[in-house]
């Protein structure tokens, strides 16, 4: 299983949905949880991004919020996990 890591970021997000919603907020780690397990499979409908996100991955948290992360051999960087692809 790899290592999860959060970028400022995702922090932030992270303690905002804590705040707000504890149901969104289960779902997160529940979807950290899967994702270290396996990046690229799994619940959330995985799928890498293109473009100038090229390199990141995403998952589905609701219809307008995604996971977006990024993962090499050792650990998973959780960039985001409110708002849609940067949407800010």
């Known amino acids: ?11 932030e997000d992270l303690e905002w949905w804590h705040q ?3 149901k969104i907020l289960k779902r997160i780690i529940r979807l950290c949880l899967e994702t270290c397990k ?21 998952r589905r948290i ?4 995604r996971l977006i992360y990024a993962f090499d051999d050792e650990q998973v960087v959780v960039i985001q996990c409110r708002h849609h692809y940067g949407d800010r």
């Open 38 to 58: 396996n990046p690229t499979q799994g619940i959330g409908k995985p799928e890498p991004l293109k473009f100038n996100l090229q390199g990141y991955w995403s």
């Open 20 to 22: 707000h919603n504890s």
């Open 62 to 65: 609701t219809d307008e919020h």
């Open 1 to 11: 299983m790899l290592q999860l890591t959060w970028t400022e970021t995702g922090l």
